[in-house]
């Protein structure tokens, strides 16, 4: 019986040693997010943006509220989806995040609120000069405000997050489009595409009742740095709307 065992070069122990390199492979490729993670990187989420809200209440000088906190992980092919579709019109602001935790920042708003957005931050005398209406034909004065209210979501979200892991993020000069979804979102993963099928997506909303402004904030951790995210010195818990 053990020699013809020994014998036996298609059998169950041959069989898992000539897969298992493959299905390490394969889990290579996937982005990390266990239970416990995911609810670390939705906390994560849920501090970075209330930071964020809090210093966009300070700009507007109204109060905002954080709404729809999450961390999930996405098949990269559904990312274009996270914030309504593809091909869904935004004004995205784009950053990219360097230091010990790298990654993407993207801050959206839709097409259509722009109007909203840029009356609560551009001198009127400014916003009527471009009549830029759904994003065509902005002023410079204009593109400067959005890339400025980009520039400050990013820099309070990153500065609660660097916080919490006790390490440095620096974000890069924000990128302003006004274009689909899709578009915006494909040069956030042509870095990730060669290493993983995968990303992990941590979001937020931040929104004004009183105009009905909604935005939302998307960090796209570099899997180099699932690791940093899941020491947060946090404690993991639900969901919370808070207002600043």
Known sequence: MKARRARRPGGRAARSQSTSPRRSRRRGRRAGGGDTDLRRFHALSEAGA???????SQ??????????????????????????GESRVVCALSLKVYGEARGSLLVVFAREQLPTLLHLVVPPEWGARSKSGEGHGLSPMERSALMEIGNILACAYLNALSHLLGVSLLPSIPGLAVDML?????????ELAPISDSVVVLA????????????SIFFLPHPSALPILGRAQIRPGPARTTTP
């Open 50 to 56: 209330r930071n964020a809200a809090t210093a966009l």
């Open 59 to 84: 700009l507007l000088g109204r109060p905002l509220r954080l709404a729809v906190p999450w961390a999930r992980v996405l098949p990269l092919d559904r990312v274009k989806a996270m914030a309504g």
């Open 182 to 190: 899709g578009a915006v979102t494909d040069h956030l993963l042509i």
């Open 204 to 215: 937020s909303q931040v929104r004004d009742p009183a105009s009905g402004l909604k935005g």
